[in-house]
């Protein structure tokens, strides 16, 4: 195991009714600002549970941050915060909410030139406001991690930045709240949550990191077990509940200390959204399976796992183990209702051509071994078509 220094602040709210609690971790008198999404927190009731809550202290609010956040709609947030004095943000919603608010929290008080900088050039984040968190979808681990990433429409661009001075000073995770997201949203958290932990246990390590390697088994069993049972009863509160905890465990950082991490899918994904707009969790469950067959030499043994302990699925060789585990991988998205090829998606040839130029120009070197090229890059897509 690898030597590590970690530590997480945040303070988790769990269960039913918790929002309430929130009051208790404000200090009173200051300014808050709500931000949210599209308005699914009118519709299912936490909303008035967070006017509630926030009775007795100045409320503004910020409708209309959008799934992959982006840079314009964060900057306006940072005037309102600058015009109206504010002191404490309360971000609600899924993940793109959560990162909008920590970039905004830290575009405050930026003193460079663009606070675009914070994700364009590593600039250096030296002073952030508070914020809490309420999530309503459970897929980025961005309630329990300090961890954001911003989207820029006009240059077709999706960054992310990290900085201990943005994680959320606590989440509520109430899972009654998510009985009302739409079966896809359902599947995009659980791939993504799925996708998580593999771009931190299936790596070349083997045996010197046990204990996460079973914890991260452990949270892959659940999810597998309960992602469909989401979308069969989706007012199931432990299966809500499950999902909810897996996927905060999935990226908080615990786990993953001490061992290698790739992070290949999410780089090479995240292009894809950049480019075409398509969901998170649709973008891994097109390009997990590829980094699996492409890399399979330096991942086998983790591969194996996957599928024996996970899938229950054990070739008599190598290859036949590889070929399984990848196809248990992807039934496993579709029956979770995300389609895992380009194609499925309208996607071809030119859609490779872009990522691959784009990471060509990055220079950027991927896997937890640096050793997948941009023709890796393309033989993984291509494999996707
Ligand atoms: O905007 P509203 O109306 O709230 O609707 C949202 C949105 O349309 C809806 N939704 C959320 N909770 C709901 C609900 N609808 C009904 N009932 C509820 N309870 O779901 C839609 C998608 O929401 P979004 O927040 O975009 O999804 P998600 O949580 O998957 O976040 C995706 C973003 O997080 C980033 C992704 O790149 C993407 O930008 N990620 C952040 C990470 C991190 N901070 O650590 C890591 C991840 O790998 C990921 O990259
Ligand atoms: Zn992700």
Known sequence: MENFSFVNPVKILFGKG???????EIPAGDKVLV???GGSIKKNGVYGQVADALSGYEVHEFPGIEPNPQYETCMK?????KEKGIDYLLAVGGGSVIDAVKFIVAAVYYEGGDPWEILSKDAEIKKALPFGAILTLPATGSEMNGNS?????????KLSFASPLVYPKFSVLDPTTTYTLPPRQVGNGVVDTFVHITEQYLTHYEGDSMLQDKLFEGLLKTIVAEGPKALETPTDYDVRANLMWASTWALNGWFGNGRPQDWATHMIGHELTAFYGLDHGQTLAIVLPGVMKVMWKSKFEKIRSLGCEVFGVCGADQASTVDKTIKAVEDFFEAMGVKTHLSDYGLDEEAIDKVCKRMEERRWKLGECDDITPDMIREILTLRR
Do not use: D
């Open 77 to 81: 947030v940072v005037a309102l915060i």
């Open 18 to 24: 918790t929002i309430g609690q929130i009051k208790g």
């Open 149 to 157: 990433v911003i989207s820029r429409a006009g240059i077709q661009e």
């Open 35 to 37: 931000v949210y999404g």
